[in-house]
């Protein structure tokens, strides 16, 4: 009996022992599954995303060097982030979204992929494609991070701006279409063999311009001559059942270009048209276009979409990425939060305002901005290869006799100053309007006759930036003269807030042949008041029902104004931002449905309360 008890009590004491190891395993697991997630909950991201984008390839015959990254492709594997993007001879990995590794695969298209897709199936593979040939294999690999990829013994046909989505069930779906004529398509392939196509092919969707305003070609939604606009980038992600197809439209160069979505119950459709398209749109502030993207779902639930900025200075295929939250809502409908899209956000971990805009305001806006030299200051515009625009500014100085410029605060990326030279006796200096408390500076370069073609490791931005209250007494913030960093949109975060009314940049060498800069936004709040609620808001819709006008009384100490508008008063989902001016034309409605509008002005002390919201039948 005594030995019976001992029996039982060294089985309770190793059961307990067991169950206090499962639990230390359990904790630890759980522990390194959300590790990522308490990386750090106060960080913040600006668009566009500040990577190394590479340069490309496919104008250099043109003697065309300039930086783009467009068409991502992101994925979630393991609990880390994978994103491809077109013609950059690689990808990148982060473990929160925000900070990106570039990749070098040891196997990879020799132009790099060309408006990549690539899916992880169930944490075992990821799948990719993306020849720029529009055929080759689907590629594979159960370790991205090693860059080992092999290739399916199959060729796949019309994979060019194309989604590879596999079904919870294994059936495997090929979406594509790049075409101001024909449709987006899907047709079936077999996982299980060499990814080969069953036979099954449809037509899905196509554009309806017609009735669709946010789908018409050009910029602002307008071209003189071409009518019709490019239904692009498929891409298809999985919601409570239901299937939401996701497609670009009109162009990838113009301020409009956005994502909308067609919602089925089956990955082959029907499809219906949402009716609070488009769910991803940004046409208004310093950087525009939200379009040919994909939706990515974090770790801890919250939707991401990635998509394709327009940059179309150098050329119109120069592009840059953003990164929105996007949500569904209690009807089912998706939508993304790209209001002041291009200003701080709060980063993927925050508890509760993840992408949203985090507060901090453009304090640079028209600051008086002098300057070591000037080869050159140009507005450059080149939406289209036939309606290519130049203007070389003319070069002014000060009373002190001082160089000065106005483009880079002028919130256009498309003007640009360049140095007589790329060394370290190059400088610029921002006198802001008033004083403000600086948090954030943003450093977009530009790449002007750089000789760079194609992807360059070992690049860097070399620079220190300095801020004083008068102009005499100066404090360096930001030390970078020995950095590693590749930085063509440079965003940083200061280590404490800082009250400035000067901020000083200091070149001491930055990639290519030029130092050429096209924008410093330095982000913070001001010490003013926050500017008056916006009045008399007038709103006017055309004979044809895609067209908008609204104005409204212009407030004295506003830097500009931000337009809501919606399906609904509590979906007002859409936004566009202008600067400078009380009255907008927007062409981007649909024609068989009614809004709600509402505009707030904002300055550099804050945003104001929303005007009443106005119903447009």
């Given at each position: 009996?005594?030995?019976?008890?001992?029996?039982?009590?060294?089985?309770?004491?190793?059961?307990?022992?067991?169950?206090?190891?499962?639990?230390?395993?359990?904790?630890?697991?759980?522990?390194?599954?959300?590790?990522?997630?308490?990386i750090?909950?106060?960080?913040?991201?600006?668009?566009?995303l500040?990577?190394?984008?590479?340069?490309?390839?496919?104008?250099?015959?043109?003697?065309?060097?300039?930086?783009?990254?467009?068409?991502?492709?992101?994925?979630?594997?393991?609990?880390?982030?994978?994103?491809?993007?077109?013609?950059?001879?690689?990808?990148?990995?982060?473990?929160?979204?925000?900070?990106?590794?570039?990749?070098?695969?040891?196997?990879?298209f020799?132009?790099?992929?060309?408006?990549?897709?690539?899916?992880?199936?169930?944490?075992?593979?990821?799948?990719?494609?993306?020849?720029?040939?529009?055929?080759?294999?689907?590629?594979?690999?159960?370790?991205?991070?090693?860059g080992?990829?092999?290739?399916?013994?199959?060729?796949?046909?019309?994979?060019?701006?194309?989604?590879?989505?596999?079904?919870?069930?294994?059936?495997?779906?090929?979406?594509?279409?790049?075409?101001?004529?024909?449709?987006?398509?899907?047709?079936?392939?077999?996982?299980e063999?060499?990814?080969?196509?069953?036979?099954?092919?449809?037509?899905?969707?196509?554009?309806?311009?017609?009735?669709?305003?946010?789908?018409?070609?050009?910029?602002?939604?307008?071209?003189?001559?071409?009518?019709?606009?490019?239904?692009?980038?498929?891409?298809m992600?999985?919601?409570?059942?239901?299937?939401?197809?996701?497609?670009?439209?009109?162009?990838?160069?113009?301020?409009?270009?956005?994502?909308?979505?067609?919602?089925?119950?089956?990955?082959?459709?029907?499809?219906?048209?949402?009716?609070?398209?488009?769910?991803?749109?940004?046409p208004?502030?310093?950087?525009?276009?939200?379009?040919?993207?994909?939706?990515?779902?974090?770790?801890?639930?919250?939707?991401?979409?990635?998509?394709?900025?327009?940059?179309?200075?150098?050329?119109?295929?120069?592009?840059?990425?953003?990164?929105?939250?996007?949500?569904f809502?209690?009807?089912?409908?998706?939508?993304?939060?790209?209001?002041?899209?291009?200003?701080?956000?709060?980063?993927?971990?925050?508890?509760?305002?993840?992408?949203?805009?985090?507060?901090?305001?453009?304090?640079?806006?028209?600051?008086?901005?002098?300057?070591?030299?000037?080869?050159?200051?140009?507005?450059?515009?080149?939406?289209?290869?036939?309606?290519?625009?130049?203007?070389?500014?003319?070069?002014?100085?000060?009373?002190?006799?001082?160089?000065?410029?106005?483009?880079?605060?002028?919130?256009?990326?498309?003007?640009?100053?360049?140095?007589?030279?790329?060394?370290?006796?190059?400088?610029?200096?921002?006198?802001?309007k008033?004083?403000?408390?600086?948090?954030a500076?943003?450093?977009?370069?530009?790449?002007?006759?750089?000789?760079?073609?194609?992807?360059?490791?070992?690049?860097?931005?070399?620079?220190?930036?300095?801020?004083?209250?008068?102009?005499?007494?100066?404090?360096?913030?930001?030390?970078?003269?020995?950095?590693?960093?590749?930085?063509?949109?440079?965003?940083?975060?200061?280590?404490?807030?800082?009250?400035a009314?000067?901020?000083?940049?200091?070149?001491?060498?930055?990639?290519?042949?030029?130092?050429?800069?096209?924008?410093?936004?330095?982000?913070?709040?001001?010490?003013?008041?926050?500017?008056?609620?916006?009045?008399?808001?007038?709103?006017?819709?055309?004979?044809?029902?895609?067209?908008?006008?609204?104005?409204w009384?212009?407030?004295?100490?506003?830097?500009?104004?931000?337009?809501?508008?919606?399906i609904?008063?509590?979906?007002?989902?859409?936004?566009?931002?202008?600067?400078?001016?009380?009255?907008?034309?927007?062409?981007?409605?649909?024609?068989?449905?009614?809004?709600?509008?509402?505009?707030?002005?904002?300055?550099?002390?804050?945003?104001?309360?929303?005007?009443?919201?106005?119903?447009?039948?």
């Amino acid at each position: 009996m005594k030995f019976v008890k001992t029996i039982q009590l060294i089985l309770v004491i190793t059961v307990l022992f067991s169950c206090k190891k499962t639990q230390e395993k359990n904790t630890i697991a759980k522990d390194n599954a959300t590790k990522n997630t308490n990386i750090n909950t106060s960080q913040t991201y600006i668009n566009p995303l500040d990577i190394d984008y590479t340069y490309m390839v496919y104008n250099s015959s043109n003697n065309q060097s300039y930086r783009s990254g467009a068409d991502p492709a992101v994925i979630e594997f393991k609990g880390e982030y994978y994103m491809f993007v077109t013609r950059s001879f690689g990808y990148w990995h982060s473990i929160d979204l925000v900070n990106w590794k570039f990749i070098k695969p040891q196997q990879w298209f020799f132009e790099g992929s060309n408006a990549p897709t690539a899916f992880n199936y169930k944490d075992s593979l990821v799948y990719f494609a993306g020849n720029p040939a529009g055929y080759g294999s689907i590629l594979y690999t159960d370790d991205p991070k090693k860059g080992l990829w092999t290739p399916t013994a199959s060729i796949s046909n019309n994979i060019q701006d194309s989604e590879l989505f596999i079904d919870d069930d294994g059936k495997t779906y090929l979406y594509w279409g790049s075409s101001n004529l024909h449709p987006l398509r899907v047709k079936t392939l077999n996982k299980e063999d060499r990814f080969l196509e069953t036979g099954i092919k449809k037509d899905l969707i196509n554009l309806v311009e017609e009735k669709h305003g946010w789908e018409r070609f050009g910029e602002n939604n307008f071209h003189p001559k071409i009518k019709e606009g490019y239904m692009e980038g498929a891409s298809m992600t999985k919601h409570k059942g239901k299937y939401y197809l996701q497609y670009a439209a009109p162009g990838t160069q113009f301020n409009v270009y956005a994502d909308g979505v067609y919602v089925g119950d089956s990955p082959l459709g029907p499809f219906g048209y949402m009716k609070n398209n488009p769910m991803s749109f940004k046409p208004g502030g310093f950087t525009n276009g939200a379009g040919h993207g994909i939706t990515v779902k974090q770790t801890n639930g919250q939707y991401w979409h990635f998509a394709t900025m327009a940059l179309a200075s150098n050329a119109q295929w120069e592009r840059r990425l953003c990164m929105f939250p996007t949500y569904f809502d209690e009807d089912g409908l998706m939508y993304s939060n790209t209001a002041y899209g291009d200003y701080p956000r709060f980063g993927p971990y925050h508890p509760n305002k993840a992408g949203h805009h985090n507060g901090w305001m453009l304090l640079s806006y028209k600051g008086n901005v002098t300057v070591s030299s000037s080869l050159k200051q140009v507005m450059k515009f080149t939406s289209n290869d036939d309606e290519i625009e130049i203007k070389e500014l003319p070069i002014h100085k000060n009373l002190k006799g001082e160089i000065t410029t106005k483009v880079l605060t002028d919130e256009n990326p498309k003007t640009f100053w360049v140095a007589e030279a790329n060394n370290n006796e190059q400088w610029l200096t921002i006198e802001m309007k008033k004083t403000g408390t600086v948090h954030a500076i943003q450093l977009n370069y530009h790449d002007h006759e750089s000789g760079i073609y194609t992807r360059v490791e070992g690049l860097n931005h070399r620079f220190t930036i300095e801020t004083s209250e008068d102009g005499s007494h100066w404090e360096t913030v930001i030390d970078r003269s020995n950095s590693d960093q590749d930085s063509p949109n440079a965003y940083i975060v200061l280590k404490h807030p800082v009250k400035a009314k000067y901020i000083r940049y200091n070149n001491i060498k930055v990639p290519g042949n030029n130092f050429a800069m096209s924008e410093v936004r330095i982000f913070g709040l001001g010490l003013g008041e926050v500017s008056n609620k916006v009045a008399n808001v007038k709103i006017n819709r055309e004979k044809d029902r895609r067209n908008t006008s609204l104005s409204w009384d212009a407030v004295e100490n506003a830097q500009g104004y931000n337009i809501r508008w919606g399906i609904a008063p509590d979906k007002l989902y859409q936004s566009w931002q202008v600067y400078d001016t009380n009255t907008h034309f927007m062409r981007c409605l649909d024609k068989d449905s009614s809004y709600y509008f509402t505009i707030e002005s904002y300055n550099e002390n804050g945003i104001s309360e929303q005007s009443e919201i106005i119903f447009v039948e």
